[in-house]
């Protein structure tokens, strides 16, 4: 067996590359290695790529969306063994502490490395995989190549748009307002048609992106942005929506989500925040709430979302609009980055 792998490597921004690095290792008695089967980019991995978040050229992909088959556990774990297939989540709770037992384990205390990286290969590291590993039923051959789609989406974006809609406390026959038309936001427009919604608002400037927020649960769109974006959002919720769920992350959209919110509402903010201002005067004097933050993944997908994906009863795969080989991830990424393609599926082995 040979101890090295193909991975993408973040060279500078605006060019990924593949390589051949070492394979990971067992380095912790919490660890799993596991073997990429399918794996994606997302939207977060493009600010290094666009030179906004500066990364060390020649470095760790950024990459944090993956499911798998375990390929080797630390002798602490018990919970999954070599063979399992499973979603690996991009944050890494430990199911124990006070914010994992209260549902928030994308914030979990008891340990400073709760993110993924370096999922763009073929094997990753897996830390802390005694609960946050989540098994899927059975092996890949199993299942379709939608279906496959609709699992990847359970390692973060559907997730996040499910966060974004709790946190923001979507309630039966709400009306919501989604900002971001993104893997995100067209995932929150599944989740808050899923806690009952009666309207819910997308903002999408692009056809394709419309049509399938619609499919999804949207009842209406709003492409304009600007002073007049927020008079016809604020016309079409009677004055504000009742949620909005944030799924960029600028400070453009940040203002916007406060704008629109009708007195008494909560923003679900998970856009991963790039130069916002937030001020207390522009929510305080509107009783504006605001939460958010990392996706409590694992949660979500033991209790709720994998069912659900199982069951036939959503379908988020479908914001893989393009398919592209490992050996791909330049054309991967710009494709995204040109708004080419929602979401970029990056089949990497069986």
């Not at 666009?50 to 375990?70: L, Y």
């Not at 199911?95 to 709760?114: I, Q, V």
């Not at 038309?181 to 997308?202: L, N």
């Not at 016309?235 to 453009?252: H, I, N, Q, R």
Request: aromatic content about 6%; proline content about 4%; some cysteine.
């Amino acid at each position: 067996m040979t101890d090295t792998m193909r991975s993408a490597m973040f060279e500078s921004a605006g060019h990924m590359a593949i390589e051949d690095v070492a394979k990971p290792t067992i380095e912790q008695p919490d660890d799993a290695v596991v073997r990429v089967v399918r794996t994606c980019v997302c939207g977060s991995d493009l600010w290094p790529f666009r030179g906004i978040n500066q990364s060390e050229d020649h470095s760790t992909n950024p990459g944090h969306e993956a499911i798998g088959i375990v390929e080797e556990v630390g002798e602490a774990i018990t919970s999954v063994k070599p063979g399992d297939f499973v979603i690996a989540p991009f944050t890494h709770g430990c199911g124990e502490c006070r914010a994992c037992r209260a549902g928030y384990d994308g914030s979990c205390m008891a340990h400073n490395d709760n993110f993924t990286m370096g999922a763009q290969g073929q094997f990753i590291r897996f830390q802390h995989a005694q609960w946050a590993l989540v098994k899927i039923p059975g092996k890949p051959e199993d299942y379709s190549e939608g279906m496959l789609k609709s699992l990847l989406t359970l390692s973060d974006v559907m997730a996040t748009g499910y966060h974004a809609a709790r946190t923001a406390r979507v309630q039966p026959g709400d009306t919501v307002i989604v900002l971001g038309d993104g893997a995100v936001g067209q995932c929150g427009i599944i989740a808050a048609k899923m806690m009952g919604a009666k309207r819910i608002i997308s903002t999408s400037r692009h056809e394709d992106r419309r049509v399938l927020a619609q499919e999804f649960g949207a009842t209406d769109n709003v492409a304009e942005r600007g002073d007049e974006g927020v008079a016809k959002l604020l016309e079409l919720s009677d004055g504000g929506a009742d949620a909005v769920l944030e799924c960029v992350g600028t400070d453009a959209s940040f203002q916007e989500a406060a704008a629109v919110a009708r007195p008494g509402a909560l923003i679900g903010r998970v856009g991963l925040p790039h130069g916002q201002q937030i001020s207390g005067e522009g929510t305080f004097y509107r009783n504006v709430g605001l939460a958010g933050g990392p996706a409590s993944v694992t949660t979500y997908d033991k209790e709720v979302l994998l069912r659900a994906v199982l069951d036939a009863q959503i379908n988020p795969g479908k914001v893989f609009t393009q398919t592209f080989s490992l050996d791909q991830i330049q054309q991967a990424y710009e494709a995204m980055d040109q708004r080419k393609t929602i979401k970029s599926y990056l089949i990497v082995g069986i």
